[in-house]
């Protein structure tokens, strides 16, 4: 089976509609296409302690790949089967002002090169972690706005941060221009759910994916507001909204929305299952909203995920 390999020498700074296609593929063939993504903007933050000396793109996307046959209405199913490391390093970076410990942390840039090897990260001298791999970044364009590699997460993808974009999960994005354009980057080593830092363990690396197309379906996958995520043993929603009560009820009401129109169950029974087993939680750090330019990395609005484990939908 074809793999065809997509260099990030042609990285971008957004999910731009204008590019001429990396690639033009047809969905449901199995050929599988390896993205390259790039850290170059965390090298140099390692290098500078400075961002006003960064010339790199921060999270640059590998892209676009343009899908024969998709039109706006339709759902592109991303696959993922792998996702390494080949340079073996990986970066923990603080930004002056961003995330959940700018007080603590204060308004001195920090950086850290992290060695890796094929099952570990090592985050200090006495403490390693398993990786686990994930894609930040992934999305196809919208029609109505370039969307940014860095924030909010939008309806169609973006800098979404969840660690269940991963090796064996399918991501399913709502397509609103002509061929999908999807574009991919932003690999993390390891990251906590919620990535409150704001920053996980970068590196570069290779993400190896496969596509399909749903253009016709009776069940909800239809109705997408945002990104949802299958792993071999949850579904999980997407919600976006501002105040975070909104992308609560987001998130919540689309996998109601599964529950009784993809499998069958009663409104009451979906309720009750739903009560007891259906999670929420924040999902990536990055907001649904523009932030405001004056304070670039502080995110307006959430990104909430509703999760339930698939034993209860049969």
């Not at 996307?61 to 089967?81: F, K, N, R, S």
Request: glycine share 8%; net charge negative; aromatic share 6%.
């Amino acid at each position: 089976m074809t793999t065809h390999y997509l260099s990030k020498d042609n990285g971008t700074n957004g999910f731009h509609t204008h590019l001429h296609p990396e690639l033009r593929i047809a969905p449901g063939t199995g050929e599988k296409i390896t993205f390259e993504t790039d850290d170059e903007a965390y090298r140099q933050m390692h290098e500078f302690k400075a961002m006003d000396k960064v010339t790199a793109t921060i999270n640059p996307l590998t892209g676009p790949v343009y899908v024969e046959g998709a039109q706006p209405g339709d759902v592109l199913a991303v696959t993922i089967h792998d996702i390494s490391f080949p340079s073996k390093v990986a970066w923990s970076v603080y930004l002056p002002g961003a995330g959940a410990l700018a007080r603590p942390m204060g308004n001195e840039f920090y950086t850290r090169e992290i060695g890796l090897t094929d099952t570990h990260a090592q985050l200090t001298d006495k403490v390693s972690v398993p990786i686990e791999p994930m894609i930040g970044c992934i999305g196809v364009a919208a029609a109505d706005v370039t969307m940014s590699t860095v924030m909010p997460s939008y309806p169609t993808g973006g800098n979404m941060d969840l660690p269940d974009v991963t090796i064996g999960s399918t991501v399913y994005l709502p397509i609103e221009v002509k061929g999908a354009l999807l574009y991919l980057g932003d690999l993390h080593a390891v990251m906590s759910r919620g990535e409150s830092s704001f920053v996980a363990i970068e590196a570069a690396g290779e993400a190896t994916v496969s596509i399909d197309l749903i253009k016709e379906s009776s069940g909800s996958i239809m109705r997408l507001r945002a990104p949802r995520v299958e792993t071999a043993s949850e579904i999980i929603t997407v919600g976006l909204g501002d105040p975070v009560q909104n992308s609560i009820i987001m998130a919540y009401e689309s996998l109601f929305d599964i529950l009784t129109t993809d499998h069958g169950l009663t409104n009451e029974d979906a309720y009750t299952i739903m009560s007891a087993s259906a999670h929420t939680e924040l999902g990536g750090p990055t907001g649904s909203r523009n932030p405001d330019p004056l304070h670039p990395f502080r995110a307006i609005g959430a990104v909430t995920l509703a999760r339930i484990e698939k034993q209860y939908l049969t």
